[in-house]
């Protein structure tokens, strides 16, 4: 996933490789340092799993051009998990998910705050897709990323 581009405030780029979420940032503001994040062990597998998760929020329309009819999901980490009742829990993150109404593999907007989204003030991330492809991309990793031979 691409976020903004050179043009934009903002510009990142997330990706799944060997086995590992990146966050590629290469512009933001406030930020001088444009780091390589990794989250080892962070794959599609686990992604797919905590996204079984997700409970149904509702149909909606995405009042967009053009409008999409989609289906709303949240999905969240807290800690630590306990049963429902009185105790004291602290999100780690929670999304919110728009997908198609005819092809759910298809995500249309995105709402996530958590420990994620550390650049931002506010800790939260609006992300709005305006296309999709349902194959994977070709990802190679810069300089900065890869592991000391």
Not at 60 to 88: D, K, S
């Amino acid at each position: 996933m691409v976020a903004g581009g050179p043009q934009y405030p903002i510009w990142f780029t997330n990706l799944i490789y060997r086995n590992s979420l990146y966050t590629l940032t290469y512009k933001w503001p406030g930020l001088n340092e444009h780091q390589c994040s990794r989250i080892p062990g962070f794959n599609l597998g686990l992604l797919n799993q905590k996204l079984k998760t997700a409970r149904f929020v509702g149909r909606e329309t995405l009042q967009r051009n053009p409008r999409r009819q989609v289906n709303h999901w949240r999905v969240g980490a807290v800690v630590p998990q306990l049963p429902p009742g009185n105790h004291l829990r602290f999100p780690l993150g929670i999304g919110d998910i728009y997908v198609d109404q005819h092809n759910p593999g298809t995500f249309w907007q995105v709402l996530q705050f958590g420990v994620q989204n550390l650049y931002d003030p506010e800790l939260d991330e609006w992300l709005v897709m305006d296309r999709f492809e349902h194959r994977p991309g070709r990802v190679a990793l810069p300089r900065r990323c890869l592991p000391p031979s």
